[in-house]
């Protein structure tokens, strides 16, 4: 006997405002991070199924949305669509709802969180063969000097983080070079380092760059240019350095055309950046198809998403062979979800139960709503 249908019945939304442990120092495009600032998405169905999304807005500069407009956006009605959607039938990409970013995704995970739930499967199950049982994560460091990097990294290497990205594009690059080759000189041989210099610099000082890197065992150097200056990512990769693209890379269009124009080795998914799962994983197919490699990579993200993130990277065969970005959780000083729990030695591993597998430890804080949609509410938790 088939199970009986499950529609979207009700949502809520609700605003989650979570301070970093420590601000987070990008480049002089981004200047500094001190909270985590998302939505969160809550689903219910007719046959009483729950389903979880979150939304990452990146701001601006980077994904083109704010909390602020998104949730300008959620008061419109945006999520409206989704009344009486089927889940059997979801197809994110071809939904009535935005065609990619934050809200999209925020969405999309949350059908695929309650359509796991639906058939007994965790999410990955229903995307694709598992590849990875787990995953080894990479740390960041905000753009500094190489004794800031150096505080951060010494004792990560002993919780046994093996990959760090240093973030840049904020400095002369006389100065990061100098940074990047003490930090190096500090490193155990079997730790990995990147660089994410986030749009920062100009065409001229990323040759710079890349020009002083040759010989250094860079895995990879992230956004060096501004996102639409293809032609100048093309140009760099004649220094043989790995190029990856994240600001340049918002949706699976952008895949194809950075692939036509030969303008990256590694593309960095981020899933609430990117729209979703399957747009996501429709990005990592194109990608395999050309035999280059994804990176799994994250705003600063709460569970809901590290968790949706991590299903996706279980499925995609052709990631990279070092860090990925896992870590988002252990930065906040608080969160919605058990995520953390999953994280150990440095890797990654997913339980095994259906839906997104994870447990809503505040669910009772984000049920205060009713059945019905209402404006959202706005939960700050304090540091």
Not at 86 to 107: D, F, H
Not at 186 to 196: C, G
Not at 250 to 267: L, V, W, Y
Request: proline share 7%.
């Amino acid at each position: 006997m088939s199970a009986p249908a499950s529609q979207v019945i009700a949502y809520d939304v609700y605003r989650v405002r979570i301070p970093l442990v420590t601000p987070y120092h990008l480049s002089k495009v981004y200047g500094t991070l001190t909270h985590s600032d998302v939505l969160i998405l809550r689903i219910e169905t007719s046959t009483g199924l729950v389903g979880w999304g979150e939304a990452d807005p990146g701001g601006i500069r980077f994904t083109g949305d704010t909390p602020e407009s998104t949730m300008q956006e959620v008061h419109r009605g945006v999520f409206q669509p989704i009344l009486g959607q089927e889940l059997n039938n979801w197809k994110g990409p071809q939904s009535p709802l935005p065609t990619g970013g934050s809200l999209a995704a925020a969405c999309d995970v949350a059908m695929h969180d309650a359509l796991g739930h639906y058939h007994q499967k965790p999410v990955w199950e229903l995307l694709g063969t598992r590849h990875h049982q787990k995953l080894e994560l990479l740390w960041p460091t905000s753009s500094g000097t190489a004794s800031d990097d150096l505080a951060v990294i010494q004792p990560k290497l002993s919780e046994g983080f093996r990959t760090f990205m240093l973030k840049m594009g904020d400095k002369p690059i006389l100065e990061e070079l100098g940074r990047l080759k003490q930090v190096f000189a500090a490193l155990p041989k079997d730790a990995h380092l990147m660089t994410d210099a986030n749009q920062g610099w100009t065409r001229e000082e990323a040759k710079e760059f890349f020009q002083n890197v040759q010989d250094l065992p860079l895995v990879l150097v992230e956004q060096p240019l501004v996102a639409d200056d293809l032609e100048g990512l093309n140009d760099l990769r004649q220094y043989g350095v790995p190029i990856s693209v994240d600001e340049s890379l918002q949706n699976p269009e952008n895949a194809r055309e950075i692939i036509a124009k030969g303008a990256a080795d590694i593309f960095s998914i981020k899933i609430s950046k990117n729209g979703g799962l399957l747009r996501g994983l429709e990005i990592g197919k194109a990608v395999e198809a050309d035999n280059k490699r994804v990176m799994m990579n994250s705003m600063i993200e709460l569970g809901i998403t590290q968790s949706a993130s991590l299903h996706l990277g279980t499925v995609l065969p052709n990631l990279v062979p070092f860090g990925h970005a896992y870590m988002s959780t252990l930065r906040m000083s608080d969160d919605v979800t058990d995520f953390s729990d999953w994280i150990q030695s440095g890797t990654v591993r997913l339980p095994e139960a259906p839906g997104s597998n994870i447990n809503m430890v505040r669910a009772p804080i984000c049920q205060l709503a009713t059945r019905v949609f209402i404006p959202p509410t706005e939960l700050i938790m304090a540091s």
